[in-house]
């Protein structure tokens, strides 16, 4: 089946700098994206979503851009802080659809 | 604290046996789905109740089985039990029927089959 994937496990920054962690889906049909957040232990937490109808959105101190032409989807994080390292998934569903999850990336931000 | 309660927080078991894993959703949410996450794979849907009655379904084994009740809370019954099923098992709720709405995830359950 179609599934959403990540390119970098891995992401290091220093504090301070702006992350961006991306994501590329292969469901043309997915119309609605969410970010989650997890820290160790705990469950995911939802950072901000984007319907296909957008192409940006904006949070507090994160953004999130659309790409449907090549089916990309990007987290950016401003003035990351420690409190920000965490696996972060992206997950798509496409109308009643089930989120379908990547397999996540680990920020690691160093002070 | 997303107002999705799982307990337990952990469970070891020995293999073969059969476990139940709880889920209380959000106060309002209808819906309740189930996820399986171990460690070399992401959160992998394993199936979802809307207001009593199942609704979809994933990667489910046979082996498992959910249910909702009038109260809304979940149940996950996880039986004859593998090495391979020791993972996290996280539950989320939403207030609609599909996932195309913001879901909050319970802390999980952290199951240990030895």
């Known amino acids: 089946g179609e599934s959403v994937g990540l390119h970098l496990p891995t992401l290091s920054v220093q504090e301070g700098d702006n992350s961006i962690i991306n994501c590329a889906y292969s469901?043309?049909?997915?119309?609605?994206f969410i970010w989650y957040k997890q820290e160790s232990g705990k469950g995911p937490q939802f950072i901000i979503d984007?319907?296909?109808?957008?192409d940006k959105r904006q949070g507090q101190r994160v953004t999130v851009l659309l790409n449907k032409t090549v089916k990309h989807l990007s987290l950016q994080i401003a003035a990351t802080q420690p409190g920000d390292s965490a696996v972060y998934f992206c997950a798509e569903a496409s109308g009643y659809s089930t989120l379908t999850f990547g397999k996540g990336t680990m920020l690691l931000v160093s002070p | 604290d997303s107002g999705v309660t799982q307990t337990p927080k952990h469970l070891i078991t020995a293999t073969g046996q059969r476990v139940t894993l709880r889920c209380s959703p959000r106060s309002g949410d209808l819906s309740v789905y189930w996820y399986q996450q171990s460690l070399d794979q992401g959160l992998q849907f394993l199936i979802q109740?809307?207001?009593?009655?199942?609704?979809a379904k994933g990667n489910i084994l046979e082996r498992f089985s959910a249910q909702q009740f009038p109260d809304l809370h979940s149940e996950l019954n996880l039986s004859s039990l593998e090495l391979g099923d020791s993972a996290l098992y996280f539950c989320?709720?939403?207030?609609?029927?599909?996932?195309?709405?913001?879901?909050?995830f319970g802390q999980g359950t952290r199951l240990t089959v030895v």
């Open positions: 989320a709720s939403s207030v609609s029927t599909g996932m195309n709405t913001e879901a909050f």
């Open positions: 109740y809307y207001n009593g009655e199942e609704r």
């Open positions: 984007i319907r296909s109808n957008m």
């Open positions: 469901n043309s049909a997915s119309d609605y």
